[in-house]
């Protein structure tokens, strides 16, 4: 398979959310990329784990919502954008966050695809699901990074 340089627009389903954060920008990257530090302040992941560094073709794996999932890096441009993605239950996800500076902070966008078997079998409520993991995820990165 090659390796992505994007997320799959083209799959059944897909998910694009933005904050803004009031914190600086290379702090809300830390504590993003801090992956094996997830756990402690991401409450729907419970597992994390990175052998580092973090950089393109690395790999790390991690359980959310009782799914273990191995990820693996596609890009990353520090302190701007990282892409990773997988395959776990048959669901195939790609996902990009970017950072981007403002007066009074980070403006944080992230954009997952979904795509295989069980995605294309319940599109309404895997896009239900994604959405509310995304939306969840963002508000938490939002309230640790404005709590630091």
């Known amino acids: 398979m090659e390796t992505p340089t994007d ?14 954060i ?5 702090a809300v990257w830390r504590l993003h990329t801090d992956i094996n530090a997830w756990p402690t302040w991401q409450k729907d992941i419970t597992d994390a784990a ?3 560094p973090l ?10 919502y009782g799914m273990s999932i191995t990820s693996t890096v596609y890009a990353i441009d520090e302190g701007s954008r990282i892409l990773w993605g997988g395959t776990a239950n048959g669901i195939t996800g790609i996902h990009e966050w970017k950072f981007a500076d403002t007066p009074s902070g980070v403006h944080v966008t992230t954009t997952e695809s979904f795509a ?3 995605v ?4 309404t409520n895997m896009q239900a699901l994604l959405d ?9 990165l939002k309230a640790t990074a404005e709590r630091s």
């Open 7 to 20: 997320v799959d627009h083209s799959a059944p389903v897909l998910t694009d959310l933005e904050i803004d």
């Open 132 to 140: 509310q993991s995304l939306r969840s995820w963002l508000e938490q």
């Open 55 to 64: 950089a393109a073709g690395a790999s790390f794996s991690w359980a959310t």
């Open 50 to 52: 990175l052998e580092p």
């Open 22 to 26: 009031a914190a600086p920008g290379d």
């Open 120 to 123: 294309a079998a319940d599109v």
């Open 116 to 118: 295989g078997e069980p």
